[in-house]
């Protein structure tokens, strides 16, 4: 009972670097997002994906890239970070489209741009 | 557009009651609401479907007042283990897009 599976937890980057944010479900949910989330700021939709090779941008996508080869997987890529981008990450998914049905979430990734 | 949820926080002794509200000031879909605890990920609790439709665990109750676009969680005879971040997610129609409130921190003492 894998569920969402997100790596790595931690991360420290340095201005400019980029890295990838790895997400991974074994529920074969069509439904995949990534939220990041900001101390006061709740959780705020960054890319989600209704199925394998369809995307589009939530509420703060820049600065991010996502890309959807396969149901099961939904990376995040960070193309030049920025001290802007410390924040914990979650990937979710749903078998209801993020609208009518429970979202999954992964444990989180906790990004620390220097 | 975020929702808006109230109070910001709040602290309550063991068995009290509480009651978190959420508006939206677009038509909804759904509301959801999600809790978690601190270092956590969120975990689900609710969700309410326009029409009335309600899924979601036995011991959570909400309302969902479609017309004020307004939904509210209500937390009885509290437990130390409700303590935490409770957090709404709107939806409109056909919309996938879940956006989250700020969130509400509960915390229960003895």
């Known amino acids: 009972n894998a569920g969402v599976t997100q790596t790595p937890k931690f991360q420290v980057l340095k201005t400019g670097q980029s890295m990838t944010l790895q997400c991974a479900q074994d529920m074969n949910h069509e439904y995949m997002s990534w939220y990041r989330q900001d101390p006061g700021m709740g959780l705020r939709l960054i890319h989600y994906?209704?199925?394998?090779?369809?995307?589009d941008q939530g509420e703060v996508p820049n600065g991010y890239n996502v890309s959807r080869s396969t149901t099961e997987d939904f990376p995040l890529r960070l193309l030049s970070a920025a001290p802007s981008q410390t924040s914990v990450y979650f990937c979710?998914?749903?078998?209801?489209?993020?609208?009518?049905?429970?979202?999954?979430f992964g444990e989180g990734s906790r990004l620390t741009v220097l | 557009q975020q929702p808006v949820q109230s109070p910001q926080a709040v602290i309550l002794r063991e068995g009290e009651d509480a009651v978190i509200n959420c508006s939206s000031s677009k038509a909804l879909y759904s509301v959801h609401w999600y809790r978690q605890k601190h270092g956590e990920a969120p975990v689900f609790l609710m969700i309410?479907?326009?029409?009335?439709e309600q899924k979601g665990h036995e011991k959570i109750s909400a309302s969902f007042n479609e017309k004020k676009q307004q939904s509210s969680l209500y937390l009885t005879a509290s437990q130390l283990s409700y303590s935490g971040t409770y957090f709404c997610g709107t939806a409109g129609a056909g919309s996938y897009q879940l956006t989250f409130g700020k969130g509400t921190k509960l915390s229960v003492i003895p």
């Open positions: 309410l479907l326009k029409g009335g």
């Open positions: 994906s209704v199925g394998a090779g369809i995307t």
């Open positions: 979710a998914s749903s078998a209801g489209y993020g609208s009518g049905g429970e979202l999954f």
